[in-house]
């Protein structure tokens, strides 16, 4: 059984800083799509930042570009997203997400496996 069980959101004033993790359990990472994913209360799902592990191509929202790096640690089965100079539009529920096959857009269709989220608060 697929288990994604991110960690790591909390509340942080405007330019801080957060790094969230993602575990993965019955699942192996390698070769797969790991994403990143927020909603904002009021909010449509946005997909945040993707990484295909094969190609270690990653792909980032217009709004997080620069700010945002997703990264991975295949030996731990672990995906990372570290967040820069936050925004107070920062503030979200954030989740981890996993396709089942090798690539994977900002699009939430994308992905089969979806963790419960952390929460990411930003004041300004």
């Known amino acids: 059984q697929v288990q994604l069980v991110e960690s790591g959101g909390g509340s942080v004033q405007a330019g801080g800083s957060l790094r969230l993790s993602c575990a993965a359990s019955?699942?192996?990472?390698?070769?797969?799509?790991m994403g990143w994913f927020r909603q904002a209360p009021g909010k449509l799902r946005e997909g945040v930042a993707t990484?295909?592990?094969?190609?270690?191509?990653?792909l980032y929202a217009d709004s997080v570009k620069g700010r945002f790096t997703i990264s991975l640690d295949k030996a731990k089965n672990k995906v990372y997203l570290q967040m820069n100079s936050l925004k107070p539009e920062d503030t979200a529920m954030y989740y981890c997400a996993a396709t089942g096959g090798l690539i994977g857009y900002l699009n939430d269709y994308d992905y089969n496996y979806w963790g419960q989220g952390t929460q990411v608060t930003v004041s300004s």
């Open positions: 019955g699942y192996t990472i390698s070769n797969k799509c």
């Open positions: 990484f295909w592990t094969g190609s270690s191509i990653s």
